[in-house]
C-alpha cells in the first residue's frame, strides 16, 4: 500500500478529506493517509514540505505562491476551494473604543509568510497604507493571538471569521472589521520529490479528493454536519457552506495566479522579476 504525507489545517475547510479518509476511499485505491493538523496554518506547512516532513499539503493561495517564489522546491497540482476566504480583524475582546486605523498598529501573526502575514500587507496596499515588518508579532496560532492580544503585546489578528466566531461570543476576541481575499483561498500542493518520484499517486489521490469535495457539495446535510463537527452555529455553518465552492478538477489558472503575483509584487511581499513559469505543475496547468 502506498503511503502520503498530507497536512492541513484543523478547521471545517478540510471536511471532505477527512470524510474520504473515514469512509476508506484512499484505503480502497491501495492509499495510506497520514494526515496532520497544523494549527500555525500556512506559515508551518511550508516548512514542513520544504524539510519533507509532507508528501502533499492544503494551503493558503497566497502563502504557497510567495514560498514557492522564495525557493520551496514544490508545485501546486491543484485548486482545492474555489471561493475567497473571508477574514475577521480582530482586536482584544476588552477594546471599548475599537480602531480606527489598522495599519499604523502591531499585528499578531501565525508565523511570516503565513495568511495571517500576508494578508494585511495585500490588505494594506488595497488601501494604499504600508505596513513595516517590525509591527508583526509572531504568535504561532489562534490562541497565540488571542493571548498577545489580551495580554497587549499586538492589537490586531486576522483569522478566518468563522473559525473565531466561538471566541467572539466568549468574549476572548472583538472583531472590528473584515477582508475578503481577492482570489481562491485554498490550493493543494506537492513537493517536487514526489512529483518526480510518483506522479501516478498524486493523480490518485487528487481524483479522491476531487471526488469527495464534489460528493460534500452535494451532501443535503453538510451544514449540520459542520456545524456538530467542529461546534460552530448552524445559521454561521450555513452561510459558510452555501458561499464555499471546492475544486472537482485538477486544473489551475495560470491567468489567476498571474492576478495574485501581481498583488503580491505590488505590496512588496515579491520581486518584481518573478513570474508564475515554475509555480504549478506543467500537467495541471490552464490558461
Known amino acids: 500500500m502506498d503511503k502520503i504525507r498530507i497536512g492541513g489545517v484543523p478547521e471545517h475547510f478540510n471536511l471532505p478529506i477527512h470524510l474520504a479518509i473515514e469512509n476508506d476511499w484512499f484505503i480502497k485505491e491501495n492509499i495510506e493517509i497520514e494526515w496532520t493538523d497544523y494549527p500555525g496554518g500556512s506559515g508551518f506547512m511550508k516548512e514542513a514540505l520544504r524539510s519533507n516532513q509532507l508528501d502533499l499539503c492544503i494551503l493558503l493561495t497566497e502563502g504557497i505562491v510567495t514560498d514557492i517564489l522564495k525557493g520551496n522546491p514544490s508545485k501546486i497540482v491543484s485548486g482545492y476551494v474555489k471561493t475567497s476566504l473571508t477574514w475577521g480583524i ?56 488571542i493571548e498577545s ?20 461570543e466568549k468574549r476572548q476576541l472583538k472583531k472590528i472589521g473584515e477582508f475578503i481575499s481577492p482570489w481562491p483561498c485554498f490550493m493543494i500542493a506537492a513537493t517536487d520529490e514526489m512529483i518526480n518520484t510518483n506522479p501516478e499517486l498524486i493523480n490518485k489521490a487528487l481524483k479522491i479528493i476531487h471526488r ?14 459542520v456545524s456538530m463537527r467542529y461546534h460552530q452555529d448552524l445559521k454561521d455553518t450555513e452561510r459558510w457552506y452555501h ?45
Open 212 to 225: 469527495s469535495n464534489q460528493a460534500f457539495m452535494d451532501l443535503e446535510n453538510a451544514p449540520q454536519l
Open 149 to 168: 492580544l489580551n495580554e497587549g503585546s499586538s492589537e490586531i489578528f486576522y483569522w478566518e471569521k468563522f473559525t473565531t466566531k466561538p471566541y467572539l
Open 90 to 145: 480582530h482586536t482584544r475582546a476588552k477594546n471599548q473604543n475599537g480602531t480606527t486605523s489598522i495599519f499604523d498598529k502591531k499585528i499578531a501573526i501565525s508565523r511570516f509568510g503565513s495568511g495571517s502575514h500576508l494578508m494585511p500587507i495585500v490588505h494594506a496596499m488595497m488601501e494604499e497604507k504600508t505596513i513595516d515588518e517590525n509591527q508583526f508579532v509572531e504568535v504561532n496560532d489562534i490562541e497565540g493571538g
Open 243 to 287: 458561499a464555499t465552492e471546492w475544486s472537482e478538477n485538477g486544473w489551475v489558472s495560470n491567468k489567476m495566479l498571474e492576478g495574485v503575483l501581481y498583488s503580491l509584487k505590488e505590496a512588496g511581499i515579491v520581486s518584481k522579476n518573478k513570474t508564475t513559469a515554475d509555480l504549478i505543475w506543467a500537467q495541471n496547468k490552464k490558461q
